[in-house]
């Protein structure tokens, strides 16, 4: 196992992008299984029973008609459910507590799901109900510092900053509550082998997954068997070893027979988390120049019962600008609703809707260009602890991007640009996400027949993850990259991350490439050893791959086909298995990825709907490893963000708790109709000092300021400020 030398760049290779998606023909022929998708003989079907109260405890069960109905085999409640020991913060009936209405009381197993779901309904389920604790208005007053990450951010003498501006902002911004809905739900798939558990699940860790049911089932980790090739998407959602997971494996253990459990849409509301609201106070105080004298960012959101669990919405305001002093703070107001957790870009998405909409104010009290506001205020340095960044050229995103959109258009004042009933604005925010990485391990094995073998135990979440895997190999080794056989998604394969935080591709293509050098240097050998090769006596280093062949750096005529030499050498496959570690200078430097983002609206005079025409975005991301899966992940983030600004909102029942709608007839996303031209574009200015490929995290840089941006797009051709996400016409109206 070796460690990438962190100083030395990626060598300049050939770049041979595979010309469509690794895992395209599989997805649209129906061959690549997701996780309710694989055939498993004898199984049975699952259903979770959730509780209709949001706060109280469960009295008792009658399950008697319940267990007579046609094709059940057990029903498991709080008052026989296995003794486990509890992985997090999940409910997997080990009490009769009630923490959110929706919350998992029971599991029917059957012998076909609408026999599950039949003999459900059969149960007679009383409770002992308390006063819940519901409205995050009503409560803000009761908001408090969180158990965990309660610390905050502070710098400089904020009273006298704020004494000495010219110019003060002080408003408040909220965000709602959102669901994660990924086209695929929840689904667990679990057999049991003696104490051997396989689970096929759709998740975004599988190792997390392995891990999880280890403990919960004290056995260990290496009885557990977790395979998940395809995900139907995730978000954050997925990130999480959620109650069903548990629940499947306790199921079949308990019916002795594997157990399919596969979430209803309407189950995608509650069990499995959300992005919890925020209500945002900021106060911006600036000298007529423009330069930033304070920041203060005070964002309150939901957290459950069951578990702290902070939307950190005010975290990138201290990073993003220099100013004279800041106030970063997090609060949580106790609720009886589901967990909150990771949705794509939290706590970036929500808290640059506050802070780049207070700029866009600012800017137009100061009768400043927004643009040259960020650049009068640009961080040179992290203002944190004052560390360099590992790179940034976030001037030359907010140029290009202006440039393309045609921000020498705009006119300041609100109102002024009209097409027939159409009021027309422009807009703009700073796009921005951390960068982070983790330890990764791969396998790369040269095979007989002249393919090259990929093996990571991460999993590829719609992302492109085989694709630019096959390609990182097929770059180290010089070769086309339809030769390259690419596996992910099982435990038995080394170990690598989570795809969660836009680390996947830090992580594992660094990791590929390192097993990939590793590999060939071992080949190169077997040649050096090999009395009958032509290379036989030359060094290792001197030898190079390409096109299926080993050659001789000095003298390229001198070489032999991969295949003939391992044909002499008992067709035995030569392999290695490497770890990308982490720099060991890491605490020296900041990374982050960065972007400016605009917006054209249209908004009908009459009616206030909204028209979004245009976003344009360009991102300093580090190296584009795949142009296609890169520039289609910046895409998707910029069309949630449209779905931020306009169309999301979870809305719960004040008396009950429950999601009104949950589902995706009332939960409203984009359709075709609502997303018009997107053009984003990437730097490609590698990071080398970040990791040997100069490639950060994609995956959610794409929402953060577009929501902002349409926000502020929406004052210039109306002349009313919204601060309250989503942005609906009755909002407009009464602004």
Same mark, same amino acid.
């Given at each position: 196992m070796i460690a990438i030398d962190e100083k030395v760049p990626?060598?300049?290779?050939?770049?041979?992008?595979?010309?469509?998606?690794?895992? /395209? %023909? =599989? *997805?649209? @022929?129906?061959?690549?299984?997701?996780?309710?998708?694989? &055939?498993?003989? $004898?199984?049975?079907?699952?259903?979770?029973?959730?509780?209709?109260?949001?706060?109280?405890?469960?009295?008792?069960?009658?399950?008697?008609?319940?267990?007579?109905?046609?094709?059940?085999?057990?029903?498991?409640?709080?008052?026989?459910?296995?003794?486990?020991?509890?992985?997090?913060?999940?409910n997997i009936l080990q009490d009769t507590n009630v923490f959110f209405s929706g919350q998992p009381i029971a599991v029917v197993v059957a012998r076909s799901l609408p026999e599950a779901e039949q003999a459900a309904r059969l149960l007679r389920i009383e409770y002992k109900e308390q006063p819940a604790k519901l409205g995050f208005n009503a409560r803000l007053k009761d908001a408090r510092?969180?158990?965990?990450?309660?610390?905050?951010?502070?710098?400089?003498?904020?009273?006298? /900053? %704020? =004494? *000495?501006? @010219?110019?003060?902002?002080?408003?408040?911004?909220?965000? &709602?509550?959102? $669901?994660?809905?990924?086209?695929?739900?929840?689904?667990?798939?679990a057999s049991w082998d003696g104490d051997n558990l396989n689970v096929y699940d759709a998740t975004q860790g599988i190792s997390g997954v392995q891990g999880s049911l280890a403990r919960a089932f004290s056995i260990p980790q290496g009885n557990v068997h977790v395979q998940c090739p395809y995900v139907g998407g995730g978000f954050g959602t997925k990130g999480n070893v959620w109650s069903h997971t548990i629940l499947a494996a306790m199921a079949a253990k308990v019916a002795q027979r594997p157990v399919k459990l596969v979430l209803g849409r309407e189950q995608m509301f509650?069990?499995?988390?959300?992005?919890?609201?925020?209500?945002?106070?900021?106060?911006?105080?600036?000298?007529?120049?423009?330069?930033?004298?304070?920041?203060?960012?005070?964002?309150?959101c939901y957290t459950s019962l069951i578990s702290d669990w902070i939307e950190s919405a005010a975290?990138?305001?201290?990073?993003?600008?220099?100013?004279?002093?800041?106030?970063?703070?997090?609060?949580?107001?106790?609720?009886?609703?589901?967990?909150?957790?990771?949705?794509?870009?939290?706590?970036?998405?929500?808290?640059?809707?506050?802070?780049?909409?207070?700029?866009?104010?600012?800017?137009?009290?100061?009768?400043?260009?927004?643009?040259?506001?960020?650049?009068?205020?640009?961080?040179?340095?992290?203002?944190?602890?004052?560390?360099?960044?590992?790179?940034?050229?976030?001037?030359?995103?907010?140029t290009q991007a202006a440039e393309r959109f045609g921000w020498s258009k705009r006119t300041a004042k609100p109102g002024q640009q009209r097409e027939g009933n159409k009021l027309i604005g422009y807009g703009m925010a700073t796009a921005n996400y951390g960068a982070g990485r983790r330890p990764s391990s791969a396998v790369v094995r040269f095979l007989p027949n002249g393919r090259v073998f990929v093996g990571v135990g991460t999993q590829d979440i719609g992302t492109g993850t085989y694709t630019i895997l096959a390609q990182t190999a097929a770059d180290t080794l010089f070769m086309d990259p339809t030769?390259?056989?690419?596996?992910?998604?099982?435990?038995?394969?080394?170990?690598?991350?989570?795809?969660?935080?836009?680390?996947?591709?830090?992580s594992v293509c660094p990791g590929v490439y390192d097993a990939a050098i590793q590999a060939k240097l071992k080949l190169a050998q077997?040649?050096?050893?090999?009395?009958?090769?032509?290379?036989?006596?030359?060094?290792?280093?001197?030898?190079?791959?390409?096109?299926?062949?080993?050659?001789?750096?000095?003298?390229?005529?001198?070489?032999?086909?991969?295949?003939?030499?391992?044909?002499?050498?008992?067709?035995?496959?030569?392999?290695?298995?490497?770890?990308?570690?982490?720099?060991?200078?890491?605490?020296?430097?900041?990374?982050?990825?960065?972007?400016?983002?605009?917006?054209?609206?249209?908004?009908?005079?009459?009616?206030?709907?909204?028209?979004?025409?245009?976003?344009?975005?360009?991102?300093?991301?580090?190296?584009l490893i795949n142009r296609t899966t890169g520039l289609n992940q910046l895409t998707g983030g910029v069309v949630w963000g449209i779905s931020m600004a306009l169309h999301e909102e979870t809305l719960i029942d004040a008396t009950y708790g429950r999601t009104i709608n949950e589902n995706l007839a009332e939960y409203h996303v984009p359709v075709n109709a609502d997303v018009h031209e997107i053009d984003v574009t990437a730097l490609n200015i590698p990071d080398y000092r970040f990791n040997p490929l100069g490639a950060r995290g994609i995956g959610e840089i794409g929402i953060t300021g577009a929501a902002a941006a349409i926000a502020n797009a929406i004052y210039n051709a109306t002349g009313k400020r919204v601060r309250d996400l989503p942005i609906t016409l009755d909002k407009i109206m009464n602004a």
């Open positions: 990626h060598p300049k290779l050939d770049h041979r992008q595979l010309a469509t998606r690794y895992d /395209a %023909l =599989a *997805k649209v @022929t129906g061959r690549a299984k997701y996780a309710a998708e694989f &055939p498993v003989e $004898n199984a049975a079907y699952a259903y979770i029973v959730q509780a209709n109260i949001p706060s109280g405890a469960v009295a008792s069960i009658d399950q008697s008609v319940a267990a007579k109905a046609a094709g059940v085999y057990s029903i498991i409640t709080p008052f026989n459910a296995p003794k486990l020991t509890v992985p997090g913060n999940v510092a969180p158990k965990r990450g309660s610390e905050g951010s502070h710098r400089g003498d904020p009273a006298a /900053a %704020l =004494a *000495k501006a @010219t110019a003060v902002i002080d408003q408040t911004y909220s965000t &709602p509550i959102q $669901n994660h809905n990924p086209m695929e739900p929840h689904a667990t798939i509650g069990p499995v988390g959300s992005r919890p609201n925020t209500s945002q106070h900021i106060k911006l105080a600036a000298s007529s120049d423009g330069k930033l004298l304070l920041q203060q960012h005070d964002s309150t975290a990138a305001t201290p990073l993003l600008y220099d100013s004279e002093a800041l106030i970063a703070t997090h609060n949580v107001v106790d609720l009886n609703l589901g967990m909150g957790t990771w949705m794509r870009a939290p706590g970036e998405a929500t808290g640059s809707v506050g802070l780049e909409i207070a700029l866009d104010e600012l800017a137009e009290k100061l009768n400043i260009d927004p643009i040259q506001l960020r650049l009068i205020n640009y961080a040179e340095k992290d203002p944190r602890q004052g560390l360099p960044w590992s790179s940034k050229h976030l001037r030359e995103c907010y030769l390259v056989d690419v596996q992910l998604g099982d435990t038995t394969l080394p170990r690598s991350g989570g795809s969660g935080g836009s680390t996947t591709a830090a077997l040649a050096v050893a090999d009395a009958q090769s032509p290379l036989h006596g030359a060094t290792a280093e001197d030898l190079e791959t390409k096109d299926g062949k080993l050659y001789l750096k000095s003298d390229p005529a001198k070489s032999e086909p991969i295949t003939a030499l391992l044909a002499r050498n008992g067709s035995t496959p030569v392999e290695a298995t490497a770890t990308s570690e982490m720099p060991k200078d890491r605490d020296s430097f900041s990374s982050h990825s960065w972007g400016a983002i605009f917006a054209e609206v249209a908004v009908d005079a009459d009616t206030n709907m909204v028209e979004v025409r245009r976003m344009v975005g360009t991102y300093d991301i580090g190296t």
